[in-house]
């Protein structure tokens, strides 16, 4: 019989699962369906989303796969850096970094959930975890660190996973 923990767990997980859903059921502020209706989102440009911890045994698709796997919203300061892409950085194990040479543009703070938002002009940016005193990101299939373009009168959705204490 599954333990306690396990419904916590798995609790958790659906909340921020469904915290996500919402978010991103549009990404345009006032239209009809507009998250702002779900989410409390405060800006009207610029880049909203949460951070989400993985620990423990997950399937290939990222579903728990176990008792021990735990999914939940953390508080983490979140760096904003103009588009990076592999050759802009110094690789640490991992999806860790240990140097960056692009601009930073800016920074912000997820709350205690990992909901966080920025209100920033258009463009294209990356974001970078603090993570124990370093810096985390996971490249996409171009080679950028978690990718982020902003347009006008747009609010981008972001899911960041944390996730190098995950086994899957």
């Known amino acids: 019989m599954p333990s306690w923990n396990h419904y916590l ?3 958790s997980a659906f909340t921020a699962s469904l915290f996500f859903l919402m978010a991103c059921s549009s990404s345009k502020k006032g239209g009809q369906g507009s998250r702002e209706k ?29 008792e021990e796997g735990v999914l939940y919203g953390v508080e983490r300061k979140v760096y904003i850096y103009a588009q990076t892409n592999i050759r802009a950085v110094d690789m640490a194990e991992g999806d860790f970094v240990n140097n960056l040479y692009e601009e930073l543009i800016d920074s912000m703070n997820s709350n205690p959930d990992g909901y966080f938002e920025k209100k920033i002009k258009p463009g294209k940016y990356s974001l ?9 990101s996971k490249m996409d299939e171009q080679g950028y660190y978690f ?19 995950a086994v899957y």
Do not use: H, W
């Open 9 to 11: 767990n798995v609790r």
């Open 38 to 66: 779900l989410i409390p989102i405060s800006i009207s440009e610029g880049i909203a989303g949460s951070i989400i911890f993985k620990q423990g045994e997950f399937d290939q698709s990222g579903k728990l796969s176990s």
């Open 147 to 165: 990718p982020v373009t902003v347009k006008e009168d747009s609010v981008s959705m972001m899911k960041l996973e944390i996730d190098y204490k």
């Open 128 to 136: 970078f975890i603090l993570e124990n005193n370093r810096l985390y």
